[in-house]
């Protein structure tokens, strides 16, 4: 009888403090990660969505809002920044085999950055869905404040863009392993550009548990593509719903 | 390790502040990402100074994406939409781009090396290929 409102007082004195946001996002993924190892790092067990997951679940039954969860959790997510700039530091290190491929990468990336946004805006479209909602889906692939932007810009629903972008990055992570497999692509470069150009930040992250060489030319990939994009989207997407909204 | 930091911090400050006084619709830490590229191309003495922390740093990238996640976990329950259209447009776009990307990519890395190799053979026959 006693022990419960002192437990209760004891979580409320946490809470209040950016201490317990910080703690559950690093044993969530600390948790994630383990789960992720024991699955013999198959990207099936993609240790961000695990760990979101739990997270989640923690907010959700303990009623905790959001910006109290993130208080805490800010100190993770600024680290973000440093972070993107790091990734120079691989590409630097492949400068070589980048000079080397320079002509196949931007083909590449021409290919994929529009095959992202067109693709996306067209079956939106031909399934049924708005063109507010095309214009939130197009810029999906690029990083999200880059993502966000463009579909304000257009008239399109920033926060759907969120989703999205996320939902992008998740499920390239997943599939990529399997599709290229099938594809017979090997070479770590060609996976690792395709995995950054096509899923952002998550995919890099992906890429860099893989090993340092597909980390680095993703990470080139979504850099790249976040910036090609931002030029991109904003005539490409109003072309392609033109057609065929009406 | 301290100074590898501060390192990372200066140019994410510098591609902030590009970004902010150009008005370019591209994040800050991307521009710096870009800045630092150049800087170790020039000066490849840095890039043994700060590779350990910058190695720390991003072997747990993943980790850095959970807390914006959260959020926009909390936020997609707002959000109203076709979700079977989204779900399949996203599915089948994200597909398309990685496949259209890595096969494209290798087909002209494909078609480069034969023609160095063309070109090697006609210039200088029986050097070996390094390729």
């Known amino acids: 009888m006693r022990e419960l409102p002192q437990f209760g007082l004891i979580w409320v004195y946490l809470a209040a403090s950016p201490l317990l946001g910080l703690t559950l996002t690093l044993c969530a993924y600390v948790v994630a990660y383990w789960i992720y190892s024991r699955c013999k790092f198959s990207p099936l067990a993609n240790p961000v969505a695990i760990a979101i997951a739990l997270v989640s679940t923690v907010l959700l039954l303990s009623g905790m809002p959001y910006s109290e969860y993130f208080a805490g959790a800010q100190f993770v997510h600024f680290l973000l920044g440093p972070a993107t700039v790091a990734l120079a530091i691989p590409l630097a290190r492949q400068l070589p085999r980048l000079r080397k491929s320079f002509l196949p990468l931007a083909c590449g990336l021409l290919a994929g950055s529009t095959t992202a946004i067109v693709s996306a805006v067209v079956l939106t479209i031909l399934l049924g869905g708005s063109p507010q909602l095309a214009f939130s889906i197009g810029p999906k692939s690029a990083t999200t404040p880059i993502a966000m932007g463009v579909a304000e810009k257009l008239g399109g629903l920033p926060a759907l863009t969120a989703v999205l972008v996320i939902s992008t990055g998740i499920f390239g992570a997943v599939a990529a392993r399997f599709l290229f497999n099938r594809m017979r692509i090997d070479s770590p470069e060609v996976r690792g550009f395709a995995l950054g150009v096509t899923s952002h930040g998550i995919g890099t992250a992906r890429a860099f548990q893989v090993n340092q060489e597909m980390g680095a030319f993703a990470g080139l990939g979504m850099g790249l593509n976040g910036v090609l994009t931002a030029f991109l989207a904003p005539w490409l997407i109003p072309v392609f719903v033109g057609l065929l909204a009406r | ?131």
């Open chain 2, 1 to 131: 390790m301290l100074a590898s930091f501060a390192t990372l911090l200066v140019f994410q400050c510098l591609g902030e502040g590009i970004t902010f006084a150009l008005k370019l619709p591209i994040p800050g830490p991307v521009v710096g990402m870009l800045l630092l590229f150049f800087t170790l191309v020039a000066y490849p003495p840095l890039l043994d100074r700060i590779e350990a922390t910058g190695s720390e740093l991003l072997r747990h990238l993943s980790l850095l994406f959970v807390p914006a996640g959260v959020g926009i976990v909390a936020a997609a329950g707002q959000v109203r939409g076709h979700w079977l259209t989204i779900i399949l447009a996203v599915a089948v776009s994200t597909l398309l781009t990685l496949a259209v990307t890595a096969a494209v990519t290798r087909a002209v890395m494909d078609w480069q090396n034969r023609q160095n190799r063309h070109l090697d053979g006609n210039e200088k026959d029986g050097e070996g290929d390094h390729a």
